[in-house]
């Protein structure tokens, strides 16, 4: 069963005398159950639209946002007990301490003490807990946010950016943190315009551009959809190299310092043959990187992750 | 439910603002009744009595001519004073040679003290209530709550509920801390004299109906920051509403001051019918008229909310 199922969402802001801002253009997306699901998009793709329309803090335009079953404009109180989220910076009350705010939540659903202390140590946050929040600097602000989010020990997470604001050992940690929810059988729903973290700590992408999907599945497979395949060619004569491989009959383009050969890498023994035989040996042969960078770029047709 | 409301309380107990106010509160009163004790002194029957015969004696002397009076200490030429025994003269000299000096603490002015201490109150009330949900509003804790309780009228009405009960807490504590400053000043320097059961009662109506004001200003206060999403637009906005319509619209409108909100809260505040000059209302309508404000205003505010987004 999915877990998140959008269908057609689409979500327009009013502006005054203007004609509306379309964040969201009829996105279909479909999450299922257990492991992490990285939400990908360039600033003001839609990616925290969507979450607010999920978690209904937003009345969508039209079509249908259904999560843990039920509809989450009218039904969600039904399941927001095994929800947890955190949309953008997370809302906190300055004047508490960090264990205050928490305790406070919990208690709405019936969430004591220990669990609080125990989220606290799971972030990073148990020595600072009884400061107040106002003293918090912005990483153990997110910190915070991401404890309110796993204090429901919930069957999802939903986390908009949950790595904003934290230093390198911080995202490592959200990093190992999400993937240990995932592989608890649990599911994580998390939003990144940050492609490297989507690759390391993501089973599943769905590429969100201008309101829409424009790629969903399997990172690998994302992956594979969208990067040029080939191989990286480096010997010392590249214009030499580059005639025997057309004589072999090998398309190549010739780089700055290196070729590139549009062959799958199960074919670069073809490549090492026909340079062979013409007595020029190779310093280097490698398949051509594909980065979600790359993929992302294409799909998106952007070239500075600028929408409209 | 529960859970929700002892939340929301605590919140708006934690606020800075509201220490800040309860200082405040604490101060003034204290400086109120160090003032008003030194200020009044007891007064021996036997001296009350002569009091009053010098004073009788003063206002005599004035309508006869016999003593020329004086005036922020300067004579005045007894030629230019209206003729003795007409009514201007009595007037004259009522003023002139002053009244009894009496300068005791009456306990039974209380009532008329705490009436004035309404008006603070219920701009205290109206700030609480429009800076807990502004600051909601600003630092996005409602999106935080709605994640955990995502039925907006029941979060919207649970913050209120709490705004107004801190609110009418914080009058009714304030009030009855300014009524014990006092009261040294009542016993030690005063006369308790006609603060009889009647007056307690009156006292006690005043405080009741103080404190639904109180409540309802809180209400009010918070529901124009909500529908605003901003402390200062509710500020704003009061102040604008009551300094400048309000106000034009009263003092060119006699008739029309019955159905201004600040009409209604002079005739509940005074306790009598058309009480401070509000031509034809009552106390019982001035406080229906009230609550239905409060309440729709309320109303509306929930309904705003259900259907906004929220950021
Ligand atoms: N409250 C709002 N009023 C008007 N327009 C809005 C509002 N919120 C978002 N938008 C617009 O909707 C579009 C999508 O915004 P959204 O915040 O969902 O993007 P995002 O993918 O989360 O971006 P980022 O990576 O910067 O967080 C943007 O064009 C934005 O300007
Ligand atoms: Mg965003």
Redesign the pocket.
């Known amino acids: 069963m999915a877990v998140i199922e959008l269908t057609g969402l689409r979500k327009e ?1 009013q ?1 005054f005398r203007r004609p509306p ?1 379309v ?1 969201l253009d009829g996105l279909d997306l479909s999450v299922p159950d257990g492991g992490v699901f990285g939400f990908l ?10 979450i607010r329309c999920l978690l209904a803090l937003a009345r969508p335009t039209a079509g249908d946002c259904r999560v843990l079953g039920v509809d989450s404009q009218t039904a969600l109180p039904e399941v927001i007990g095994r929800i947890g989220s955190m949309v ?1 910076t997370p809302g906190l009350f300055p004047a508490m301490t960090g264990r205050r705010n928490l305790a406070l939540l919990g208690r709405i659903q019936g969430i004591g003490p220990a669990a609080v202390a125990a989220v606290l140590e799971r972030v990073g946050l148990a020595e600072r807990a009884d400061d107040p929040v106002r003293n918090y600097s912005l990483g153990m602000r997110q910190r915070l946010g991401i404890a309110i989010a796993l204090l429901k020990d919930p069957q999802l997470l939903v986390l ?2 949950p790595a904003n604001g934290l230093d390198p050992a911080g995202i490592k940690e959200v990093r190992e943190l999400l993937r240990g929810l995932g592989a608890e059988g649990r599911t994580v729903f998390v ?1 990144s ?1 940050l492609l490297s973290e989507v690759q390391q700590t993501c089973d599943r992408v769905a590429v ?1 551009a201008r ?1 829409k999907c424009v790629a969903a599945g399997p990172v690998d497979d994302v992956l594979a959809a969208g990067g040029s395949h080939g191989l990286v060619v480096r010997l010392g004569d590249l214009q030499a190299g580059r005639a025997a491989l057309a004589e072999a009959g090998i398309e190549s383009l010739l780089e700055a310092d290196h070729l590139r050969v549009a062959l799958p890498p199960a074919e670069a023994e073809r490549v090492t043959r026909a340079l062979v035989h013409k007595g020029l040996y190779l310093t280097e042969l490698r398949p051509e990187e594909v980065s979600l960078e790359a993929v992302f770029l294409e799909l998106t047709g952007e070239h500075h992750g600028e ?2 | 439910m529960r859970a929700l409301a002892a939340g929301e309380l605590r919140r708006v107990l934690a606020r800075r603002m509201l220490r800040v106010l309860t200082l405040l509160a604490v101060a003034g009163i204290t400086v109120a009744g160090v003032l008003t004790f030194l200020n009044t002194e007891k007064v021996t029957s036997e001296q009350l009595v002569a009091r009053t015969q010098a004073a009788a004696a003063r206002t005599a002397a004035c309508e006869a001519g016999t003593d020329p009076p004086e005036v922020d200490g300067r004579g005045i030429d007894p030629q230019r004073l209206p003729p003795p025994g007409s009514a201007e003269r009595r007037e004259f000299c009522r003023f002139a040679a002053g009244g009894v000096d009496d300068p005791r603490f009456k306990l039974t002015t209380l009532k008329g003290i705490l009436q004035g201490t309404t008006a603070p109150l219920v701009v205290v009330a109206w700030l609480i209530g429009a800076s807990v949900i502004g600051s909601d509003w600003q630092s996005r804790t409602i999106t935080t709550v709605l994640t955990w309780e995502p039925r907006r009228a029941r979060v919207l009405l649970t913050k209120a509920f709490a705004c107004v009960v801190v609110a009418s807490a914080f009058a009714l504590l304030a009030q009855a801390m300014l009524s014990l400053a006092l009261l040294p000043s009542a016993y030690l320097h005063g006369t308790t004299a006609g603060a009889n059961g009647d007056w307690l009662l009156s006292v006690l109506g005043v405080l009741l109906r103080g404190t639904g004001l109180v409540a309802i200003a809180a209400a009010v206060g918070f529901s124009v920051a909500s529908i605003g999403r901003n402390t200062a637009a509710a500020l704003g906005i009061g102040f604008a509403y009551f300094l400048v319509i309000e106000n034009v619209v009263g003092s060119f409108l006699e008739d029309f001051r019955r159905w201004l909100v600040l009409g209604n809260a002079i005739v509940l505040v005074s306790g009598q019918d058309s009480g401070g000059e509000v031509i034809g209302r009552s106390v019982p309508v001035a406080a229906l008229y009230l609550t239905a404000v409060g309440i729709g205003l309320l109303a509306v505010a929930t309904m705003v909310f259900r259907r906004r ?1 929220v ?1």
Not at chain 1, 41 to 50: A, F
């Open positions: 802001y502006r801002i964040a998009g360039p600033n003001g793709s839609g990616k925290t639209t969507t953008e908009d950016e939003s315009h969100l309101g929408a409209q | 987004d950021a």
